[in-house]
Nanobody, 121 residues
Framework: QVQLVESGGGLVQAGGSLRLSCTASVSGGIVESMGWYRQAPGKQRELVATINSAGTSNYADSAKGRFFLYRDYAKKMVDLAMNTLKPEDTAVYYC???????????????WGQGTQVTVSS
């Protein structure tokens, strides 16, 4: 199973930067993909960026060129460096991990509790 602990959210002015961090505690299997999603008020949860076990990243169009994902595979950590933040980036950001139990091919998604990012204009 997986427990995800997030940190780094906060309040920042437009144009500023924040770095989010997520650490996974894992038992009974392995973490494959890790990444970040976000949900703004009145909106559905959406992908921000993910990185798989091979190191291939996938970024939302809104994040490309501004946000960067860093993964430490040994420590089971993933950081999201967010630059040139905009008010529309305001949301609760959730760490995500895909988990595969030992001896199985099926994967399950696990989520952190969420950390608030607020970008003021």
């Amino acid at each position: 199973q997986v427990q995800l602990v997030e940190s780094g959210g906060g309040l920042v002015q437009a144009g500023g930067s924040l770095r989010l961090s997520c650490t996974a505690s894992v038992s009974g299997g392995i973490v494959e993909s890790m990444g970040w999603y976000r949900q703004a008020p009145g909106k559905q949860r959406e992908l921000v960026a993910t990185i798989n076990s091979a190191g291939t990243s996938n970024y939302a169009d809104s994040a490309k060129g501004r946000f960067f994902l860093y993964r430490d595979y040994a420590k089971k950590m993933v950081d999201l460096a967010m630059n040139t933040l905009k008010p529309e980036d305001t949301a609760v950001y959730y760490c995500n991990a895909e988990f595969r139990p030992y001896g199985r091919s099926a994967r399950s998604n696990y989520w952190g509790q969420g950390t608030q990012v607020t970008v003021s204009s």
